[in-house]
């Protein structure tokens, strides 16, 4: 459907349902334990509130947030990323699930999955409502997948395009930008 700000192309109930789906699954894998989720600013952050409520009260459940600008340098395949948020509370030993909002190159979702690594997380698994196939350098799986989705740019559900749309409640192609 075309609107004014673009092409929808995942609507509001096909997320919210296939975000239940997610939320099952983790809360099947987990079941009797505990996990932290961790959301990668800003973009997850709508998907990581929508997500956390579809887990089992069974489950315990930490959240954090970690903010990072990653740097693109065409000099090397993996470029670098910089920390501007770090986490309050310690992962070490701890289940891990970090929440994207996309994997596109995967270089972010590389590099944070390399720090929490060291920094003794005791599992690693990465959730991310959307995937465009291909293009990823991160090698590991992709653990929890919302949609995969077309190599457009897209915005909505928390996805910003300069920091605009981020409020949309569906994913949606901008028509021209
Ligand atoms: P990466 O290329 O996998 O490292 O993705 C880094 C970040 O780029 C994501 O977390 C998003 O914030 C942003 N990004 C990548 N593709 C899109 C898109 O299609 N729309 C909006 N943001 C995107
Ligand atoms: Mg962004």
Redo the contacts with the bound molecule.
């Keep these: 459907m075309k609107t004014a700000q673009g092409t929808v192309l995942i609507t509001q109930e096909e997320i919210g349902r296939r975000i239940e789906e997610l939320g099952r699954q983790i809360s099947r894998d987990y079941a009797g334990g505990a996990v932290t989720l961790v959301g990668?600013l800003?973009?997850?952050f709508i998907f990581l509130a929508d997500l956390i409520r579809t887990i089992s009260p069974d489950v315990r459940v930490e959240v954090d947030f970690m903010s990072v600008s990653?740097y693109g340098d065409a000099t090397t395949t993996s470029g670098t990323i910089h920390i501007e948020k770090d986490l309050g509370i310690s992962i070490e030993d701890k289940d891990v699930i970090i929440v994207?909002?996309?994997?596109?190159?995967?270089?972010?979702?590389?590099h944070v999955f390399n720090i929490f690594s060291a920094r003794g997380a005791r599992s690693l698994r990465v959730a991310t409502l959307?995937e465009?196939p291909g293009?990823?350098k991160?090698q590991g799986p992709l653990d929890y997948v919302g949609f995969q989705i077309p190599n457009?740019?897209?915005?909505g559900f928390g996805?910003?395009?300069a920091q605009r749309y981020r409020n949309l409640p569906d994913i949606r192609v901008l028509d021209e930008i």
């Design positions: 990668i800003k973009g997850s990653s994207e909002d996309i994997v596109d190159t995967g270089l972010t979702l590389l959307l465009k293009n990823s991160y457009k740019f897209v915005v996805l910003d395009y």
